[in-house]
């Protein structure tokens, strides 16, 4: 939009510029207080200027007063927070790492989170570029779900806005946003603040042209706007346009706002990377000088400019000392809120926090009927679910009509309709940072990666969505049950055939499932789809169909704890320690070699039940744990770890472990054998101990 075509009186009359200059004032005064007092003072250590950011992001805040708005946005985005009621002492005290705040010192403070009952929430942010965008698609597909086919009404007009600057529109998630966003139709404002630089990357690097609204201009489903971020009136407008758009139903929008960064990347940014001539320019370009000359002397006098001046320094130099006196959190408190706590429910996200309440279950199994593999017990215990909760959705590559690459979900589409069973465009990185948006609405979502390699792209979100509840103190959490496919088959290779399960285990919030037999998977599954945590559920593509692990159905009233092992075969020569695919071969190891194992099936990773491990290893005192990941860092050297470390005593053996060598998985059938850990391998293995 071009300066000459500004409508001034239509914004002038519906914006409250004093509520305008109140916020911009005490952005500038907390900018000021920092990086005069609190930086070189050592009481803050990430410090970003919002100048010349902050009046546009006022006047977009100003108009997210919907209980079911959402915001999710970066680094620099603290004004629009100011606008949605985070109260100074907070933002001050978070940035200082106080207890309270955002996350009591856990998290940088830019780095926000605020649940909000009376206007927008802010959704967690992450510390990674462009990880805000797939999370508020989802959250935008659930405010479409919530009222679509929940007939919730308290989400009607809600819509959910990501912030980013120029630079983060070349990542991933941004890309897979705007696809989800445009071909859902959903509604979502994209709020671009384009300052010229990345850091110190010059625009002509991160976009092609400089401007991403202009490269849009012809994208499907999607309205761009774009205009001076340092123009009051224009500013207005085109926010007062987005946001109507937006919220009336009509699609996803895109606002591009050019503005200037005052200041460096962050406080220890010194610019050098910019010519006198830049900086000049961009001071030339200060909204705040231009905001008085749009208030002063229409709507206010250069007496009440300045009162509300003096005002937000003096609430900001307070607020300043009340963070300065708040006590950094109890260090011993440091590790609560990695999972759920009982007693101890979250603000925001899951269903526990909805009001759920899961059925009846029991650890029981009912058998009936004859006996089926796994593919046919996880679609079933997905169809019970479906069936009694309607907040659960299951999503990815290929899982409607199709029935997912492994046949899991097929018919639950056709059973269940598109809105709760459905196919989605191929970005990982799109399902699990969709997957996290829609958990904080309060839905159970179920994305399916293909494969465990295919989870690469999405690792970021996945991390994120793991630490969430920590970062945020227990203020948020995104419970969903991520299925996903793991390990050989008839052959291998290095793209459909990883385990690789220990870096799940390693991304703290995560609980890890691996069940072996479709009786243990309804059961863990089962719990998962009902919990308060996200869930890892791997479903090895070799015991989908095998016939040692087919079960009859358990019951649909079948859930299984998490952390709790399965002898599989008893025994007092040796304690093996397994999951999986290999929990067969080690059954079939022990009648090979003649050995009267103790074979422990382990089930879940994260938890793992450490306590029946020893147990058997001080009854056996000879332990092996066999495993299909590779040897090194694999999750058998933590098991062997704590046996070393708790049982060393009781070992008559030294602990050994048979894995997968150091290599990734090989494509020909006799390759990939040769790199398994092989029924006679093991037979072997177990001989040795116990010999020893």
């Not at 120029?166 to 998630?173: C, F, L, M």
């Not at 926010?239 to 758009?245: G, K």
């Not at 996290?436 to 990666?449: F, H, N, R, S, T």
């Amino acid at each position: 939009m071009s300066a000459k075509s500004k409508p001034a009186p239509k914004a002038q009359t519906q914006t409250d510029w004093k509520q305008v200059v109140k916020f911009v004032q005490c952005s500038r005064a907390m900018d000021e207080i920092e990086e005069r007092d609190l930086v070189p003072g050592k009481k803050i250590f990430y410090q970003f200027s919002a100048r010349g950011h902050d009046m546009a992001q006022v006047l977009l805040g100003l108009h997210l007063t919907h209980p079911k708005d959402a915001i999710c946005g970066y680094y620099r985005s603290r004004p629009i927070l100011l606008s949605l009621g985070v109260a100074l002492e907070d933002a001050l005290g978070s940035a200082m790492g106080r207890a309270g705040g955002y996350s009591d010192g856990r998290d940088i403070g830019v780095v926000f989170n605020y649940p909000n009952a009376h206007g927008a929430s802010a959704l967690p942010m992450c510390g990674g570029v462009g990880a805000q965008y797939t999370p508020t698609a989802g959250y935008a597909q659930a405010i479409q779900y919530q009222t679509k086919v929940l007939g919730d009404r308290a989400y009607d007009g809600a819509i959910g806005v990501v912030l980013g600057g120029d630079a983060s529109v070349a990542t991933n998630g941004f890309w897979s946003a705007l696809t989800m966003a445009t071909t859902l139709k959903l509604p979502m404002l994209f709020y671009i603040e384009d300052n010229g630089f990345g850091i110190s990357t010059p625009g002509w690097l991160q976009t092609p042209g400089c401007n991403i609204a202009k490269n849009l201009a012809s994208f499907q489903g999607l309205k761009v706007l774009d205009g001076d971020g340092t123009d009051p009136e224009e500013a207005a407008f085109l926010i007062r346009e987005a946001v109507s758009h937006t919220r009336g139903g009509r699609g996803p929008v895109l606002l591009h706002l050019a503005v200037p960064r005052l200041q460096g990347h962050s406080f220890q940014d010194t610019q050098a990377y910019k010519s006198k001539e830049v900086v000049d320019a961009e001071w030339a370009r200060d909204p705040l000088p231009k905001l008085k000359a749009h208030v002063v002397p229409d709507l206010m006098s250069q007496a009440d400019w300045d009162a509300a001046e003096a005002e937000a320094k003096e609430r900001v130099a307070r607020a300043a000392q009340i963070a300065d006196q708040r006590p950094v959190s109890e260090p011993a408190q440091v590790t609560r809120f990695v999972f759920s706590e009982d007693g101890a429910l979250q603000d925001e996200g899951g269903l526990w926090s909805s009001g759920y309440e899961a059925p009846r279950a029991s650890d029981v199994a009912k058998p009936e009927g004859a006996r089926i593999n796994m593919i046919t017990a996880i679609r079933r215990t997905l169809d019970h679910e479906l069936a009694v909760n309607p907040r659960v959705l299951v999503f990815g590559e290929d899982v409607g009509p199709k029935g997912g690459v492994h046949g899991v979900t097929l018919g639950l589409q056709e059973k269940y309709g598109v809105e709760r069973v459905f196919d989605t465009s191929l970005s990982e990185e799109g399902i699990i940072g969709r997957a996290v948006g829609m958990a904080i609405a309060g839905l159970m979502p179920v994305p399916e990666i293909q494969f465990r390699k295919y989870a690469d792209p999405a690792c970021e979100q996945i991390n994120d969505c793991g630490t969430m509840r920590w970062r945020t103190a227990n203020r948020f959490a995104s419970p969903m049950v991520v299925r996903m496919p793991v390990g050989f088959f008839k052959c291998g290779d290095p793209w459909h055939s990883q385990t690789n399960e220990v870096q799940f285990v390693h991304s703290p919030g995560w609980r890890v499932a691996c069940p072996s037999n479709a009786e243990d998977a309804v059961g863990l599954l089962r719990t998962a789809l009902r919990g308060n945590d996200p869930v890892m559920f791997l479903e090895h593509r070799n015991m989908l169909d095998a016939a040692s692990a087919r079960r009859p159905y358990p019951g649909d009233d079948f859930a299984l704890p998490f952390g709790v092992a399965k002898r599989v075969r008893e025994g007092d020569a040796l304690s093996v320690v397994t999951w999986g695919a290999m929990v067969e071969r080690c059954e079939a190891a022990a009648e090979m070699a003649g050995v009267n194992a103790d074979i422990i099936d382990l089930r879940t990773l994260a938890p793992w039940d450490s306590e029946a491990v020893l147990a058997s290893v001080r009854r056996t005192h000879r332990c092996l744990i066999v495993h299909e990941d590779i040897g090194t860092a694999g999750f058998g050297a933590e098991i062997a770890a704590v046996v070393a470390d708790s049982a060393f005593l009781d070992l008559d053996a030294p602990v050994a472990r048979l894995t997968m060598p150091d290599i990734p998985s090989p494509h020909h059938p006799e390759l990939m054998e040769w790199a398994l850990p092989s029924v006679e391998k093991i037979a072997a293995k177990m001989q040795e101990q116990v010999r020893f």
